[in-house]
């Protein structure tokens, strides 16, 4: 149980900066009041959080809180009580398991960005770069990407193609689901359970993650593509992100192009398979209009898609040709 | 001026890389006029760099905002808006919300006790809607709680019954459209003709220009505090930028003299036009009055973002004609606004667009039309530069068009046809100004290009789609464009455009009063420079600005810094004749033979020597004066008329890098050229430079906001994209030109304004000259860049 880690934040908003949930303004007001939970519960392990859920079961989890707390300023989510899983250590870094590396859900795209982490899962850390701003970056954590699972999210498309999998813990123990199948809501997180760890397979081999954006500085994804290699399988893998509510797998062009590939010699390509490649993606992801059920002509694309079709396209031949480079 | 203040704006000059020329000049003036003060002392005085005297409160965050004032017992207004951009308003259910817990207050337009219109020209905006809802996020009702989430609760608990009707959203359908309000859909009409309609030209390109809603994006929203009087008046704390306007706004709403209402002045946390939004203000004014209590209000970004007035949306159709030698011959434009449902500024927008529609350029015979209607869009009016910046876009994609025909060099066509000081405007107007356009356009274009990152290791590289993106060098193109722009100063056709100032002198301080809003274009600063240049006093505060001081007029068209810096001038001159004259009359010799600096009197023969203290005697001197421009005429039936005080120019030369596959563009360089008159603080010239290329590059490749059948779509920061410091190009302003205009006092132009005008033009010449594309809408859309699209 935990011991000791009930805060009471007052309720007035004169105070309410006393959990370190909310600050106060410069000169000791805040302009958005007591939207601080009633309750603040920082637990110091993953059991612990299971158990301040399980004993309120109306309290949110917040880890980096760049999301929710944004929704709790605006005034969109009130919770009732917050359990803080910044205090967890054993979920902030990694561990290496059978070929796999277990991944704390609350590691930071910040630490994930580091050269360390790069070298082992590239795309991944490709991804948690170009997530924001650093101060997004150093707030926000991977668990919470997954469970905002906005089609924007850039860790997303890089898990899908990495076909990770999800340590859910909950009060009835441990289970682990592929991460398809969260994103998808073909499974769900029950209530009182928590992503615990994301295990991603150890691929030894180049990862590409791209994405397009409509400023150079930090912004959401127009389209985002990952591409992985994964040379013990022959497989390539491919996610496409933001263009979905999900990430896309285009899994016909994934086996035509590794059929292409000599994984035993030089595995390079033609460019020309390449582009192949990515219009073969691009219109997977983004298919032409079906004909009418009574066999109508079907309409075509309007120029803004056509042009995202084009945008993915070019992004998945040029991550397939960094990826083989 | 003193000789270190002089070496202190040579090096400043020096950096924002000044035409050399003017250098010599300051530094002999400096040796001429004073002896070479202490080596510590501060730059002080016009020309040089005086730094803001709120820049450390700032840059620390102790600065206080509206957003931060307090007052005991206050209670939290919120604002209940429209969801819908159209409807009828059957019923207004305010019951449940009132009955509230905590609520002390609600008000609708049955509870406006003044007029129930107001409006800066028209009197046509509601203070909460009444019977119709014109655009998406207007006020119906306003909420007064003792806590901002019970005000917040309470408004979402007023029941509204709608109506819902078809919503106008296209401008060219406002014609025919149903009147949104009683007095029709059109706000202007300017048939602008000049010379001979029948003359055409050897050569005619044609090209139909949009140019999106740019939102102005202050970084802090509106925010407001109303404290009621015992007199029964009510003052407002805000950060207006017009508050004698917002005061006489607001006193016709609440039914109330001017003199009891009062518009006391916070720090401004970032204007570009009219900051504050009427639907703030007048519903705190009216709860702060109904409750008796103060009442706070800080908008959201949502509210900030369907409110405040935009930047007008413009479809522009153009048809240029020129001769062979690519001399234009005529123009022809047909100029649409949209100024969502209310007036506003939209005629003066109009009156500018119209104006500038030829660009500077010499056009002998033109013929503009143009219109200005309502729409149930969102609300447009006054943002920096409105009018000019969406013609400039226009102007230079046709003289660009002209150039390809005519097979010229861009800058080489544009050099043909530079208007000149003498030259008519389409108006009819002699541009008696100076308007050195061609030294300004040499300028930019024989500014050396930057180099190509070639040799540079490839990590170094910073390509479109920014770093470690998705940017590919084979793919990336590089493109060069130019930009000539022009914007008026001041306000224009018969506006009184007069300021008011007075300035004190107690002891060694200086105190300026003057309701010249310091909203960041530096007037307080330079309010404190001409004090310290003319009454030789280091130590010049600035009062807080209100208004029961004399009306200064609008933060606007560079206002601030010619009438209100004149007026300025004049007090401090009174004053310095006051201090001097017995003095001067004691020794038998005219006050103009007496220098002041450092706070020492001195005559030209040094034969007397006291200091401005001994002078005082102890005693208080004040002056107030008045500047007021020479007067302007209205735009006759034919759009003909000396209708502007002031011209200011401004060339650009853009250098950007586009990822044609992805259509994603990266603005490499920005260099500019201006047309200043007189630099008079050259690091304060050098920011607002840079600030108005920067937002003008917004305008051009991403500020969009967009809606959908009359709907915001996404009212925040993350859907709004604005440039990052990645997104910010390097900055080369390459030459100031010092020609002084002599009805300007000190012969200052305005500089804000004409940057953010010309950016966008240059942006998209570049863009087009590196894809092939025609570009002819602003923000330009990635799918419009791709080459071969």
Known sequence: ?325 | MTGMGGNAGTGGLGGVGVDASSVPNLASLATATAPPPPAEAPPHGLGVSLPPADAAAKTQGTFPYAADLWAEGLLWAAVLRSPHPHARILSIDTRTAAAMPGVHAVVTHADVPGDAAHGRKVADRPVFASELVRHHGEPIAAVAADHPDTARLAAAAIVVEYELLEPVTDPELAFSAEPLHPDGNLIRHIPLSFGDPEVTGEVVVEGLYRIGRQDPAPIGAEAGLAVPRPDGGVEIYTASTDPHNDRDLAAACFGLEPERVKIVVTGVPGAMGDREDSGVQLPLGLLALRTGHPVKLAATREESFLSHAHRHPTLLRYRHHADAEGKLVKVEAQILMDAGAYADSSSDALAAAVAFACGPYVVPHAFVEGWAVRTNNPPSGHVRGEGAMQVCAAYEGQMDKLAAKLGLDPAELRMRNVLATGDLLPTGQTVTCPAPVAELLAAVRDFPLPALPKDDPEEHWLLPGGPDGAGDPSAVRRGVGYGLGMVHMLGAEGADEVSTATVKVSGSVATVICAAVETGQGFATLARQIVQEILGIEDVHIAPVDTDQPPCGPAAHGRHTWVSGGAVERAARMVRTQLLQPLAHQFGMSHELLTIADGKITSYDGVLSTTVAEALDGKELWATAQCRPHPTEPLDETGQGDAFVGLAFCAVRAVVDVDVELGSVRVVELAAAQDVGRVLNPAQAETRIEAGLTQGLGAALTENLRTSAGLVRRPDLTGYALPTALDAPDIHIVKLVEERDVVAPFGAKAISAAPVVTAPAAVAAAVRAATGRPINRLPIRPQTAVAGG
């Not at chain 1, 004909?291 to 694309?301: R, V």
């Not at chain 1, 031949?317 to 083989?324: E, M, P, Q």
Request: overall charge neutral; proline content about 9%.
């Open chain 1, 1 to 325: 149980m935990c011991q000791s880690c009930h805060v009471r934040a007052d309720s007035t908003y004169r105070t309410a900066g006393t959990a370190g949930i909310t600050g106060e303004g410069a000169a000791g007001l805040t302009m958005h009041a007591p939207q601080a939970a009633h309750t603040v519960t920082l637990p110091g392990s993953l059991d612990e959080a299971v158990a301040a859920l399980a004993a309120m079961p109306a309290a949110v989890p917040v880890a980096g809180g760049t999301d929710l707390m944004a929704a709790v300023n605006s005034g969109l989510l009130r919770p009732a009580a917050l359990v803080g899983l910044g205090r967890i250590s054993e979920i902030r870094g990694w561990q290496y398991q059978d070929g796999h590396a277990l991944l704390g859900a609350g590691l930071t795209h910040a630490r994930m960005g580091r050269p360390d982490f790069a070298a082992l899962i590239p795309a991944l850390a490709a991804a948690a770069r170009a997530a924001g701003p650093p101060q997004i970056r150093n707030a926000g954590t991977l668990g919470g990407n997954i469970v905002t699972a906005a089609p924007t999210g850039d860790a997303l498309p890089v898990l899908a193609a990495l076909e990770a999998s999800l340590v859910i813990v909950g009060p009835g123990g441990r289970r682990e689901i592929p991460v398809g199948r969260l994103l998808a809501g073909v499974e769900m997180l029950a209530p009182g359970e928590l992503i615990g760890y994301v295990r991603v397979p150890l691929l030894y081999a180049p990862q590409v993650f791209l994405k397009a954006t409509s400023r150079t500085g930090p912004s959401r994804a127009v389209a985002s593509v990952a591409v992985v290699l994964d040379p013990a399988r022959r497989m390539v893998r491919c996610a496409v992100g933001a263009v979905a509510p999900m990430p896309l797998r285009p899994y016909e062009a994934e086996h035509w192009v590794a059929s292409l590939i000599d994984w035993d010699g030089e595995r390079t390509l033609a460019p020309e398979a390449c582009a192949a490649f990515g219009d073969y993606v691009a219109a997977a992801c983004i298919p032409d209009p079906a004909p009418g059920p009574d066999g109508t002509e079907p309409g075509t694309l309007p120029p803004a898609v056509l042009h995202l079709r084009r945008t993915v396209a070019t992004l998945a031949r040029r991550a397939l040709g960094r990826a083989l480079a």
